[in-house]
């Protein structure tokens, strides 16, 4: 969740007026960022190895400082790991 939720702060689109936002259902957590992924990303990109294109390169170097990233790039790879890991992986790709 941490991840989830650093990643959605770090990457949204300031410019949007809107709110990174937390839902909750019966069967699933949403995290909601604000923004299209900043090209080129495409979401299968978000499922391998890539660059980490930093929206907000400052709010994402306060985050590294802090430990909240731990390498640029790796987030969503290590989201679907655990995922995997916990059996929610259907949930996460709905």
């Not at 080129?40 to 802090?66: G, Q």
Request: glycine letters at 6%; a positive charge; charged letters at 30%.
């Amino acid at each position: 969740m941490r991840e989830a939720i650093s990643n959605a702060i770090c990457h949204r689109d300031y410019r949007i007026n809107s709110n990174v936002q937390l839902r909750l259902f019966d069967d699933r957590i949403e995290v909601w960022g604000c923004g299209p992924l900043p090209e080129p990303l495409t979401v299968e990109d978000l499922k391998k190895s890539h660059d980490s294109i930093r929206r907000n390169p400052l709010i994402a170097k306060c985050f590294y400082k802090i430990g909240f990233i731990e390498e640029w790039g790796t987030g969503t790879n290590r989201i679907i790991k655990s995922c995997l890991e916990h059996g929610y992986l259907s949930l996460y790709l709905k």
